[in-house]
């Protein structure tokens, strides 16, 4: 969240991955949300 600051709407999953330059297109898969928090996780540190 510190890191993003106020360059976000809203810090939903489909927000923060789009920005992070991921295409989740099956939120609320459970893969698929596990696959953008890892590509959001990488992309942050």
Known sequence: RRKLGSLLPNHQL???AAFCG???TQHHNA???AEA???IA???L
């Open 14 to 16: 489909q927000t923060v």
């Open 22 to 24: 991921y295409d989740l």
């Open 31 to 33: 893969l698929a949300d």
């Open 37 to 39: 928090c890892a590509w």
């Open 42 to 44: 990488r992309k942050l």
